[in-house]
């Protein structure tokens, strides 16, 4: 399974703090850089990092200083073309879209006009797009498929901003937070300060499983992001690499990421059904519905043609999650949002498991993701990642057959597992 994420912000969230996090935890500067590079914004900014203390505690503080003379009017509209267009990895794209795509819904619901119409100050100039294409390829780069991310404090008082002196929360963050259904702590005790920006509550909105309690776990790595203002306490928040020990929204054994204690055989965990019944949309906007409930959280979704009322041809769309409240909140926001249908069933299901686990094979072209599952007979079955596939036939220009073959042959040469 891939790698689990806790998120613990006490003393708010910023994307630059979320991104200095990941760089303690080893991400690599080119692993930020290069997706930057090929949104043309090389030379465009400069990243200011360096290893400081807040309230005696050891971090890394990120600034990142525009390098533009005159930077250009970023409206969604083109923002979001520029990304459609940009030679991204196709996982990175759709993460990247998500949070500006949540960042302009909730601007445009706040100002009150249409999405296209964002203008963004704050949230379009490049400083935030570094913050969110860094930490959105960061968490990629790390294999984090699961993020639990502790209640942020959004802060109180007021906030200077292109649009004037706004009250705090910001307008952006309280719309954010009502879409998704985050909880936001208390800010009590904290100096009035904006403490937690629309940006950062963005990234882990659309990265976030759930908002509360971290499950019970073993902590393998921890980063350490500072922010820069000076609080009675350490301003800081910590992302931690961890391997699950147990899960309780799951309801069973779930291992997740290196040295993780894997199972022996198959587990039985609980997962959240969703489905509707759709006779009125195009094929297009249930794939678009499809694709949307994927980003939100969904552990997967999918569609099956049927036969309706009248003999009209439909399609039974399903969505599987976890059986969190939160998480199941966030989901039917979709279905209202992006579906036609007027009702919504839901369930629980349990479902049997095989043991599995994911690795970084190294092969002659370059790494590739492989997910491993361990069959009833001892036997392990294994899958390559097709967007790494894919990515690196790009990158050597070969058929997918022949990267296909050299990653078998990879493969082949692994040691066997310990049983």
Same mark, same amino acid.
């Given at each position: 399974?891939?790698?689990?994420?806790?998120?613990?912000?006490?003393?708010?969230?910023?994307?630059?703090?979320?991104? #200095?996090?990941?760089?303690?935890?080893?991400?690599?500067?080119?692993?930020?850089?290069?997706?930057?590079?090929?949104?043309?914004?090389?030379? &465009?900014?400069?990243?200011?990092?360096?290893?400081?203390?807040?309230?005696?505690?050891?971090?890394?503080?990120?600034?990142?200083?525009?390098?533009?003379?005159?930077?250009?009017?970023?409206?969604?509209?083109?923002?979001?073309?520029?990304?459609?267009?940009?030679?991204?990895?196709?996982?990175?794209?759709?993460?990247?879209?998500?949070? $500006?795509?949540?960042?302009?819904?909730?601007?445009?619901?706040?100002?009150?006009?249409?999405?296209?119409?964002?203008?963004?100050?704050?949230?379009?100039?490049?400083?935030?797009?570094?913050?969110?294409?860094?930490?959105?390829?960061?968490?990629?780069?790390?294999?984090?498929?699961?993020?639990?991310?502790?209640?942020?404090? #959004?802060?109180?008082?007021?906030?200077?901003?292109?649009?004037?002196?706004?009250?705090?929360?910001?307008?952006?963050?309280?719309?954010?937070?009502?879409?998704?259904?985050?909880?936001?702590?208390? #800010?009590?005790?904290?100096?009035?300060?904006?403490?937690?920006?629309?940006?950062?509550?963005?990234? &882990?909105?659309?990265?976030?499983?759930? $908002?509360?309690?971290?499950?019970?776990?073993?902590?393998?790595?921890?980063?350490?992001?500072?922010?820069?203002?000076?609080?009675?306490?350490?301003?800081?928040?910590?992302?931690?690499?961890?391997?699950?020990?147990?899960?309780?929204?799951?309801?069973?054994?779930?291992?997740?990421?290196?040295?993780?204690?894997?199972?022996?055989?198959?587990?039985?965990?609980?997962?959240?059904? =969703?489905?509707?019944?759709?006779?009125?949309?195009?094929?297009?906007?249930?794939?678009?519905?499809?694709?949307?409930?994927?980003?939100?959280?969904?552990?997967?979704? $999918?569609?099956?043609?049927?036969?309706?009322?009248?003999?009209?041809?439909?399609?039974?769309?399903?969505?599987?999650?976890?059986?969190?409240?939160? #998480?199941?909140?966030?989901?039917? =926001?979709?279905?209202?949002?992006?579906?036609?249908?007027?009702?919504?069933?839901?369930?629980?299901?349990?479902?049997?498991?095989?043991?599995?686990?994911?690795?970084?094979?190294?092969?002659?072209?370059?790494?590739?993701?492989?997910?491993?599952?361990?069959?009833?007979?001892?036997?392990?079955?294994?899958?390559?990642?097709?967007?790494?596939?894919?990515?690196?036939?790009?990158?050597?220009?070969?058929?997918?057959?022949?990267?296909?073959?050299?990653?078998?042959?990879?493969?082949?040469?692994?040691?066997?597992?310990?049983?």
């Amino acid at each position: 399974m891939g790698q689990l994420a806790l998120l613990d912000c006490p003393t708010g969230l910023a994307g630059n703090m979320l991104l #200095a996090a990941l760089f303690d935890l080893g991400v690599p500067r080119a692993v930020v850089e290069a997706p930057l590079a090929a949104l043309g914004l090389d030379g &465009a900014y400069r990243l200011e990092l360096e290893e400081r203390r807040s309230g005696g505690l050891r971090g890394l503080h990120l600034a990142v200083r525009g390098l533009e003379p005159e930077p250009p009017a970023r409206h969604w509209s083109r923002l979001r073309e520029q990304l459609q267009q940009a030679p991204l990895e196709e996982a990175l794209r759709q993460r990247v879209l998500a949070v $500006f795509g949540l960042l302009a819904e909730a601007e445009a619901a706040v100002h009150g006009h249409p999405p296209e119409r964002v203008h963004f100050h704050e949230v379009g100039a490049v400083d935030a797009l570094v913050d969110v294409v860094g930490v959105c390829a960061g968490l990629l780069h790390l294999g984090v498929d699961r993020l639990v991310c502790a209640p942020p404090p #959004a802060g109180h008082g007021t906030v200077r901003t292109a649009h004037g002196l706004l009250p705090l929360p910001a307008p952006a963050v309280l719309e954010i937070a009502r879409r998704r259904s985050v909880p936001l702590a208390a #800010a009590e005790g904290l100096p009035p300060a904006e403490l937690t920006t629309p940006t950062g509550l963005a990234l &882990a909105a659309c990265w976030a499983d759930r $908002f509360g309690l971290p499950p019970a776990h073993v902590p393998r790595r921890v980063g350490v992001g500072l922010g820069s203002r000076e609080l009675d306490r350490p301003n800081l928040l910590r992302l931690v690499l961890a391997d699950a020990l147990g899960s309780a929204d799951a309801g069973g054994l779930e291992p997740s990421g290196a040295g993780a204690a894997e199972p022996a055989e198959p587990w039985l965990e609980t997962v959240l059904v =969703q489905q509707a019944q759709i006779d009125d949309a195009t094929p297009e906007d249930l794939a678009f519905l499809i694709e949307a409930l994927r980003q939100a959280g969904a552990l997967e979704a $999918f569609s099956q043609p049927l036969t309706m009322k009248k003999g009209r041809p439909g399609w039974l769309v399903t969505a599987l999650g976890r059986p969190d409240p939160a #998480a199941a909140a966030r989901l039917r =926001q979709v279905w209202w949002r992006h579906g036609t249908s007027l009702g919504l069933r839901e369930q629980q299901q349990r479902r049997w498991v095989l043991p599995r686990r994911s690795l970084e094979l190294d092969t002659p072209l370059g790494v590739v993701r492989v997910k491993q599952a361990r069959r009833p007979d001892g036997r392990w079955s294994s899958k390559p990642e097709h967007d790494d596939l894919i990515a690196l036939a790009r990158r050597h220009d070969l058929a997918i057959d022949q990267v296909r073959a050299t990653v078998q042959h990879a493969l082949d040469r692994l040691p066997p597992p310990p049983p």
